[in-house]
């Protein structure tokens, strides 16, 4: 490290972290600029998806907004017991999206249609709780940006087999 008249100056090693700082700074904004709402809606579907197949429950819900409802009269509260019931009662849950498609309908408001199918096992049986694969079930969700995430507000077609809701 150099001293001049003026004080300390930086040295090769504090203008390296200087530069490494700055390069992740520039990465991190970039990145974060160049991520269309699209890419972003299409990721918090799939950790969904993950977070399911996972038996992840609060993984789950940080997907779903505080505002969810449903045109079933459904809540963030109902999907929470929803998913608590078919964790509770099947094994090796799978959720196959076929196709995806994302919209965002206006600022802070977005549509992501697929279609999809869930597996499940329960015992020695494997069988379809949501479509089916020769006929997948059309899903709509709708997502709201709350801060920096978006999030499901409501869902539509998912349609569970009724007698797994029992």
């Known amino acids: 490290m150099v001293e001049g008249e003026k004080g300390m100056t930086l040295g090769s090693k504090g203008k390296t972290v200087l530069i490494i700082m700055a390069a992740v700074a520039a990465f991190v904004l970039i990145k974060y600029l160049l991520i269309s709402d699209e890419a972003r809606i299409k990721k918090v579907i799939y950790k969904g998806k993950a977070a399911i197949e996972q038996e992840d429950f609060e993984g789950a819900l940080k997907h779903v907004s505080r505002d969810y409802q449903d045109d079933y009269g459904m809540n963030k509260m109902a999907i929470a017991a929803i998913l608590k019931r078919l964790y509770a009662q099947f094994d090796d849950i799978t959720i196959y999206v076929e196709w995806m498609e ?29 479509g089916n694969a020769e006929t997948p079930s059309r899903v709509v969700f709708t997502l709201i940006k709350e801060g920096r995430h978006w999030r499901v507000v409501k869902a539509e077609g998912v349609d569970l087999e009724e007698e797994f809701l029992l």
């Open 102 to 130: 994302v919209e965002i309908l206006e600022p802070g408001l977005g549509q992501a249609a697929l279609l999809t199918w869930v597996t499940a096992q329960w015992g020695e049986d494997v069988g379809y709780i949501v």
